[in-house]
């Protein structure tokens, strides 16, 4: 999902197609966040646009919302850490959910899954990402599921009184870095405090480690049913008086085309104490950095805990929580 400076999922560069091959490099942990399974809504969605017959990937008809989901998202493990999080925080299940910056509105659509009881909100500027969402997720639920989604175009800072008064506020996949400034980023958390109900509980997550200031290709092997294709997280300019950084996503194909600029990127790379102080200046309580733990070949492992410090690592992710 991209984002542009209004609180959007989708300020996208037009993507380019062409058939270059590019260096790799690999690193501990990478700066986007992926099942190694690709995710569930990866697998709906890439089923509903390609029909029935299965065939190589390819630039030419590859569908980059599609792309993401198997190479970016793992919405089910993410909606188990803030569905058992919240439940251990507050002793009971979670009913409602907004979900800023939704994009595709793919983890609103996991949350309604989940239990009967679950309703989601998802909020997002992008009005062709979100039409893009409800044709090819929100449209393969159940009646009853879609009955219990709601997806708006609206700005993140005026959720309205349909965006109020819930469980759980999610902004993830780095979606809140559009706000370059303390002032502005301080003004969002602020309004997500507001609009919480009154035991609510805001998850985000952040991207860092010492090579996240650094100018270079992250690439990756994503392989589904359909086939291989592979991923690349370009982190392409980083300013470091400012802290901004433009980053892309371009996928390269088995038969030599590539998808260049498929997502850009153009935010601030917000370092964990800063988003910490933010957080409780802007009223959060109890405010928690989940880091995650290491496998035995030492790379992350999916199992996010409550940490106060941290390894110094080439890249991590992580999650943050605050409570109102």
């Not at 099942?35 to 008809?61: D, F, L, P």
């Not at 793919?106 to 009005?127: F, K, M, Y």
């Not at 405010?287 to 941290?310: L, R």
């Amino acid at each position: 999902m991209s984002r542009t400076k209004s609180g959007v999922a989708a300020g996208v560069a037009g993507s380019e197609i062409e058939g270059k091959p590019v260096a790799s490099r690999g690193k501990k942990r990478t700066g986007q966040r992926a099942s190694k399974a690709g995710s569930k809504a990866g697998s709906k969605a890439g089923a509903a646009a390609r029909g029935k017959k299965a065939s190589g990937w390819t630039a030419a008809t590859a569908d980059r919302h599609v792309l993401y989901t198997h190479a970016v998202q793992s919405v089910d493990a993410e909606i188990d850490f803030v569905d058992e999080t919240f439940k251990e925080i507050r002793g009971v299940r979670a009913r409602s959910l907004r979900e800023d910056f939704c994009g595709t509105a793919a983890t609103s659509c996991e949350w309604v899954g989940r239990r009967p009881s679950n309703v989601a909100i998802g909020l997002d500027l992008d009005q062709p990402t979100l039409d893009w969402g409800m044709e090819h997720l929100v449209e393969r639920l159940t009646p009853s599921q879609r009955k219990r989604i709601t997806l708006l175009h609206r700005d993140v800072r005026e959720p309205g009184r349909e965006g109020s008064g819930v469980d759980i506020v999610l902004a993830m996949n780095f979606s809140y870095w559009i706000f370059a400034t303390r002032a502005e980023l301080g003004a969002y958390f602020k309004r997500v405090y507001e609009s919480l109900g009154d035991r609510g509980v805001f998850f985000l997550d952040a991207y860092g480690g010492w090579e996240s200031m650094k100018e270079q290709r992250d690439r990756r092997e994503i392989k589904t049913k359909q086939g291989s294709f592979t991923y690349i997280w370009d982190q392409v300019r980083y300013e470091p008086i400012t802290g901004h950084m433009d980053c892309a996503i371009h996928f390269h194909f088995p038969d030599g085309t590539r998808m260049r600029n498929a997502f850009t990127y153009s935010w601030r790379l917000w370092t964990l104490p800063e988003i910490q102080e933010l957080l409780v200046e802007a009223g959060f309580r109890n405010v928690t950095v989940y880091w995650e733990g290491d496998d035995e070949d030492g790379e992350g492992n999916g199992e996010f805990e409550p940490a106060k410090q941290g390894e110094a690592c080439q890249a991590f992710i992580c999650y943050l929580s605050g409570e109102k």
